[in-house]
């Protein structure tokens, strides 16, 4: 399976599809640029409602954005996996974090849940937890991948 990868910022994608690769059976495509719509910033919270943002990509395909991203009831949010898509904003995010949270939100595109176990699918909501955890799915979430 192939996903396209759209961006508002250059990013390393080939470190993004390798850390994709060790975990699942999918190839990246280049979608590139992609200016985030004016309709999504909230321009009291100065960040973008990630919800909004959906619609602007296909099905199997992940967004990168540089801006801060949120959904209701949260401050912010990484990442989100929705309608088989993910949005994920590096803003908050060192560089060599990024590739995990791709991993981790495809992880949801393919139907896995936050996790417990030492795990990409961990869920986090601070830079701490981000950096903690691991950027592997754990045998019990791979053994859910091929039952699907
Ligand atoms: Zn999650
Ligand atoms: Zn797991």
Request: charged share 25%; aromatic share 10%; with cysteine.
């Amino acid at each position: 399976m192939k996903f396209k990868v759209y961006y508002t910022k250059r990013v390393d994608l080939e470190t993004i599809e390798k850390a994709l690769r060790e975990n699942f059976d999918v190839a990246i495509e280049d979608a590139g640029f992609l200016a985030l719509p004016k309709n999504a910033l909230n321009r009291l919270r100065q960040q973008y409602n990630a919800i909004l943002l959906l619609p602007h990509i296909p099905p199997y395909s992940i967004w990168i954005v540089d801006k801060d991203i949120y959904v209701d009831k949260m401050n912010f949010v990484f990442g989100i996996a929705w309608q088989r898509k993910a949005i994920i904003s590096t803003y908050r995010l060192p560089d060599e974090i990024i590739p995990k949270e791709v991993v981790h939100e495809v992880g949801h595109i393919f139907g896995l849940e936050h996790c417990r176990n030492h795990c990409v699918m961990q869920f986090s909501n601070s830079l701490t937890e981000a950096m903690a955890k691991p950027s592997k799915l754990c045998n019990e979430c791979k053994r859910k991948l091929k039952l699907q």
